[in-house]
Structure formats: structure tokens, C-alpha cells
């Protein structure tokens, strides 16, 4: 248990579905990331937010549409995906958007866009 | 470009000793970390290294050389319960935390 929580843990949707992930984190932090987990590929950040201020997007399609509404949650919007987004999404947290912390994961969301 | 690499699979006995290899090439270097991810688990921190040398911590010790590019996690008197994904993670920018992952490398311990 790293204090990190996502709900759901797995999710099935059509490509004409909309969905939201959800992640929450009991650390305290200050900074949230989502990254995506596909198979055989490196671990690829998505977005990142900053005492609630997004700070990094890394040219994600818009079909993924972030939210962070207080320092503790952390949504993910899907609206209109494609198969190849069937991954695993990870969550993480730190205590600030800077050098030398550390990112602390949740479980993630397995995807399958069908 | 950034690039991080790694071994993709590796396999050890049940009470030995694995040394599991990252290389990177960044243009910047503000750290590296190492994550232990078993199969549908979060990644877990592991080890952090900034300065040159060996971090030890129990079983686990991790290693940095700067100019060579070059780290290694060590795992000494192997369990079953360490098969797993290791993960090396290079921060390089010193005002982010954007880390850049290699794509893990997949321990098998066998009995």
C-alpha cells in the first residue's frame, strides 16, 4: 500500500464510450502524474499537475482530458478512444514538482478499448 | 535523444546474486531511481541515486558512475517473492521531476 489509490482497477469500454479514471493519494502531496504503461514499452508521462496547475503535458491526444480539482485527487477523461489506448494507467504523487523527490505509484487501471 | 536501456529479461537461482545493468544517454542528469513492479502492482521505490557510488539498503544496493552513463541495482540472497519488473528512471532536468523510465527489465527467480 503505497497511499496511493485508482479506481477502477480494470475497465472495459467501446471507442464510442466516455469514462473517467480516478486516483486519489494520503500522502500529502503536492504534485500528481498520470503515466501510461503499455506492453514492452517504457513507462510514458502524460500529464503532471502542480499544486493544482497543470505543468507538463507531453502532446497526449485530446481524447485524454485531465482534472485535478484539490492536491488529493487526480482525474483521467476518456471520450472516443482507440484500441491501441488499451494500456495500463498509472497514477503517481510527490511531495512538490521538483528535483531529487519521489514519485510514489498507484496499482493503475488496466484499459481495454474494444 | 534520451534514451534509457536495459536487459528485457533475466533469470537467477533462489539464493544467489543478480546485478541488473541501466545505461542511459540524457542531455541533463539530476538523478536516477530504481522501481520494483511486480505483475499488476504499482512500481514501488526502491533506491536513489545522485553522486557517484554504491547505495546499499539490506538485500538491495544500487550503483552510479555519471561519467560513464552507467548504474546497476544488485540483489543479493534472491527470494521468490523479488521476481518482478525492475525499472531504472533518469531525472534529467534540475528543475522537474520529470523522470524518463527504460522499459524494464522482467527478474525471473527460479527454485
Known amino acids: 500500500e503505497t497511499g496511493v489509490t485508482q479506481t477502477p482497477r480494470h475497465l472495459v469500454m467501446g471507442m464510442t464510450n466516455k469514462k473517467s479514471l480516478k486516483c486519489e493519494q494520503h500522502?500529502?502531496?503536492?504534485?500528481m502524474y498520470w503515466y501510461k504503461q503499455s506492453a514492452k514499452k517504457p513507462l510514458e508521462l502524460m500529464f503532471v499537475?502542480?499544486?493544482?496547475?497543470r505543468v507538463e503535458n507531453n502532446s497526449v491526444p485530446s481524447r485524454f482530458s485531465p482534472e485535478c480539482p484539490n492536491s488529493s485527487h487526480l482525474f483521467l477523461h476518456l471520450h472516443t478512444l482507440q484500441p491501441e489506448d488499451s494500456a495500463l494507467y498509472l497514477c503517481?504523487?510527490?511531495?512538490?514538482w521538483g528535483a531529487g523527490d519521489t514519485q510514489y505509484f498507484g496499482p493503475g487501471t488496466r484499459l481495454t478499448v474494444l | 535523444g534520451q534514451n534509457i536501456d536495459q536487459p528485457t529479461e533475466m533469470t537467477a537461482t533462489e539464493g544467489a546474486i543478480v546485478q541488473i545493468n541501466c545505461t542511459y544517454q540524457?542531455?541533463?542528469?539530476?538523478?536516477l531511481f530504481w522501481y520494483q513492479q511486480h505483475a499488476g502492482e504499482a512500481p514501488t521505490f526502491l533506491s536513489y541515486?545522485?553522486?557517484?557510488g554504491l547505495e546499499e539498503k539490506g538485500r538491495f544496493s544500487s550503483f552510479l558512475s555519471r561519467s560513464k552513463g552507467y548504474s546497476y541495482l544488485l540483489l543479493k540472497e534472491l527470494q521468490m517473492k523479488d521476481s518482478a519488473s525492475y525499472l531504472c528512471?533518469?531525472?534529467?532536468?534540475?528543475?522537474?521531476?520529470?523522470?524518463?523510465f527504460g522499459q524494464g527489465t522482467t527478474l525471473q527467480v527460479k527454485p
Open positions: 541515486n545522485v553522486l557517484d
Open positions: 528512471a533518469v531525472r534529467d532536468e534540475s528543475n522537474t521531476g520529470k523522470l524518463i
Open positions: 503517481a504523487s510527490s511531495l512538490i
Open positions: 540524457t542531455s541533463g542528469f539530476n538523478g
Open positions: 499537475y502542480s499544486l493544482e496547475e
Open positions: 500522502l500529502g502531496h503536492n504534485a
